[in-house]
């Protein structure tokens, strides 16, 4: 019998049931940052509907408020490290692939890396502001800021447009997913209760399709901006929410989409308890 072979194996198998479980804690305390950031932006953007305008409804407007908690600063370090696993989470999906029969393929490794990009920004920016060296600035500004910068470049006009167009795609592709309850493919349906299912059909449906909307609109002033060549025309999450009272429904669209945001953030905690990761 090779001892050594079946010392190496039992390694090998203790290494990857802590890669699993490290990866499983990183995901849930992920989930669960995402779902308190946009609870917080949603409440924010429904004070705004109701006349409160002094708030601003964005990540920096978010951590804010919850600076202004009690125990503010330990809920911000807590919310830093969670993000951060998130950011590890995508990280293990982009290099070991993630759940599910295509989540080894290089379309899906490759979305992985981007979130975690994505995430390692967005935790850096949380952590920044939790240190008490920024990381909370207006959204709105940051992406005037950006679109301005990389007009500037050559064939600058063209990598907004570009980029704002991929933005309603990526909009219209959510709010499609959410309608149709894809994310049922990511859940562990046999474990939920009735209940739970029930819940978070209600908030992933509702909640995905409000986030879509936001992320259509806000591509859409990406494109308005780089046909224009007007920077000014970019908007940051805040001004992209506070533009929807001013359509012609008013304050009460803006009012739908925060409370969709709202139930976002309780679909995000669905997610963190019943996601296959």
């Not at 039992?10 to 305390?29: I, N, P, S, Y």
């Not at 295509?102 to 390692?120: D, H, I, P, Q, S």
């Not at 494109?223 to 009272?245: C, E, N, Q």
Request: with cysteine; proline share 2%; aromatic share 8%.
């Amino acid at each position: 019998m090779n001892t050594y072979a079946m010392g190496e194996g039992g390694r090998a198998e203790a290494v990857r049931m802590a890669r699993g479980t490290l990866t499983e804690g990183a995901a849930r305390a992920g989930l669960a940052a995402r779902g308190v950031i946009y609870l917080l932006v949603g409440a924010l953007a429904l004070q705004i509907s109701t006349g409160d305008g002094g708030h601003q409804a964005d990540r920096g407007g978010a951590l804010a408020e919850l600076s202004r908690q009690p125990l503010g600063a330990v809920l911000l370090w807590a919310l830093g490290v969670g993000l951060a696993g998130m950011a590890l989470w995508r990280l293990s999906e982009a290099v070991f692939g993630s759940a599910g029969k295509e989540g080894r393929t290089a379309k899906k490794r490759l979305l992985a890396m981007v979130r975690c990009v994505f995430y390692c920004s967005v935790a850096f920016s949380v952590l920044s502001f939790a240190a008490g060296s920024g990381g909370g600035g207006s959204s709105d500004r940051q992406s005037r800021d950006v679109t301005a910068r990389v007009l500037d470049l050559p064939a600058g006009q063209w990598l907004v447009g570009t980029v704002g167009a991929g933005i309603v795609v990526a909009g219209v592709w959510i709010a499609v997913a959410a309608v149709r309850r894809t994310y049922r493919d990511q859940l562990r349906l046999v474990l939920m209760p009735r209940w739970a299912l029930r819940l978070t059909d209600i908030t992933g449906v509702a909640g995905g399709a409000a986030r879509g909307l936001v992320f259509t609109a806000a591509g859409a002033f990406a494109v308005r901006a780089a046909v224009a060549y007007d920077p000014a025309r970019a908007k940051g999450l805040d001004d992209t929410l506070r533009s929807f009272a001013g359509t012609p429904l008013g304050p009460w669209l803006l009012a739908l989409v925060a409370a969709g945001f709202v139930l976002f953030g309780v679909f995000s905690f669905a997610l963190a308890r019943w996601r296959r990761v």
